[in-house]
């Protein structure tokens, strides 16, 4: 005589283990996605925004030329001041997205004053002192 097949449904503990692992793998998978997405951006910094960039010239020459170009690339303004900068002088060179700049303020005196990855942070001015 054959023993009956019972009707009644396997114990919970039977089947939640593989529901969970299954659920295990979505969660971690969104999670995954969710994180690549967040660290995704171009070379730039962090928030879409732009702050304000002020040139001041504490130098003893005056200020001829002030260029500027997201850090690390070689994508580089124009001169941005419209006339020569004179010693005491500040002057509004622009509006950047936030992000890192590097800069390069050329003096009367032939002398190149560098700035490197100077960050300009959305909704703030950054006044770059030429000394």
Known sequence: MTTPRSTT????????PR???????VVVGLLGMALLV??????????????DAYVE???AFATVGFYM?????????GNLLGD???????????????DYYDADADQED???IQFDAEPIYA?????????
Request: proline share 6%; with cysteine; hydrophobic share 35%.
């Open 84 to 98: 020569w900068l004179f010693p005491g002088e500040v002057t509004y060179v622009g509006s950047f997205v936030e």
């Open 19 to 25: 529901f969970l692992k299954a659920r295990s793998f």
């Open 9 to 16: 449904p396997a114990a919970p503990s039977a089947v939640k």
């Open 57 to 59: 010239n504490q130098d």
């Open 69 to 77: 170009a997201p850090s690390g690339t070689s994508a580089w303004t």
């Open 110 to 112: 032939g002398a190149t």
């Open 123 to 131: 909704g703030e001015s950054t006044t770059f002192v030429v000394f």
């Open 38 to 51: 967040a660290g995704c951006g171009g070379g730039g910094y962090y928030y879409d925004g732009t702050g």
